[in-house]
C-alpha cells in the first residue's frame, strides 16, 4: 500500500506539477521576443520544436540526485563509488559546445531536441512522450486563442524556491492589447 501511494504521487507530480512548469517557463520565453509567439501561431507545425527549445532552455525540473556505482573521474576529480552527486541537467542544456547562443531562447534551433530535460539512459522520463504532446496541444491552443498577450512591461519575476523545480510562481499578461 505505501508502495502504490508513493507512486501516485509521483504520477501527479510528474504529469502536472512539470507540465505546468513547463508551459509557463516556455511560454514566458516565448513572450520575451513574441515574433517568436506570432510564428508559431502562424505555423502550428513549429510546436513540437517548441517544446524541445522550451524543455532545453528552461526545463521544469533542473536536475536530479544520484549515486554512483562505481569510482568515476570528471574533469580531474574522483568521485568514490557511492558518492551522492546531483546531476544539473539544466547546466547541461547550456553547453555552448552543443548549443549555439545557449541562453538564447531559440524555436529554430536545429539540436534542440539534444536536451537532458527528461535524463538519460535508464533514468530517461517513461512519461516524457506523454509530456511533450501535452505541452505542444497546449501551446496550439494557446497560441490560436490568445495570440496578442504581451508582456507587462519591467515585472518582477519570482520563482518557487526549489533546488529541483524550476516554477515561476506568476506572470503578468495585458490580455487584449496588440503589442
Not at 22 to 47: E, G
Not at 158 to 167: E, F, H, I, K, V
Amino acid at each position: 500500500m505505501i508502495e502504490l501511494h508513493a507512486l501516485v504521487q509521483q504520477l501527479l507530480f510528474a504529469g502536472h506539477e512539470t507540465t505546468t512548469n513547463l508551459l509557463s517557463n516556455t511560454c514566458y520565453a516565448l513572450q520575451r521576443d513574441p515574433t517568436q509567439w506570432h510564428a508559431l501561431h502562424n505555423d502550428l507545425s513549429l510546436s513540437a520544436r517548441v517544446v524541445e527549445e522550451g524543455l532545453r532552455y528552461d526545463a521544469p525540473v533542473q536536475g536530479m540526485f544520484r549515486t554512483t556505482t562505481a569510482e568515476v573521474e570528471m574533469h580531474g576529480v574522483t568521485l568514490p563509488a557511492g558518492a551522492r552527486v546531483f546531476v544539473v541537467f539544466g547546466a547541461a542544456n547550456r553547453d555552448e559546445r552543443l548549443f549555439a547562443h545557449p541562453d538564447r531562447f531559440d524555436l529554430w534551433r536545429p539540436n534542440a531536441d539534444q536536451h537532458l530535460a527528461f535524463g538519460h539512459g535508464i533514468h530517461h522520463c517513461l512519461g516524457a512522450p506523454f509530456v511533450r504532446l501535452e505541452a505542444r496541444i497546449a501551446l496550439e491552443i494557446l497560441v490560436q486563442r490568445l495570440p496578442d498577450v504581451p508582456l507587462v512591461p519591467a515585472q518582477t519575476l519570482t520563482y518557487l524556491p526549489s533546488l529541483l523545480n524550476r516554477a515561476l510562481q506568476h506572470v503578468q499578461v495585458r490580455w487584449g492589447v496588440s503589442q
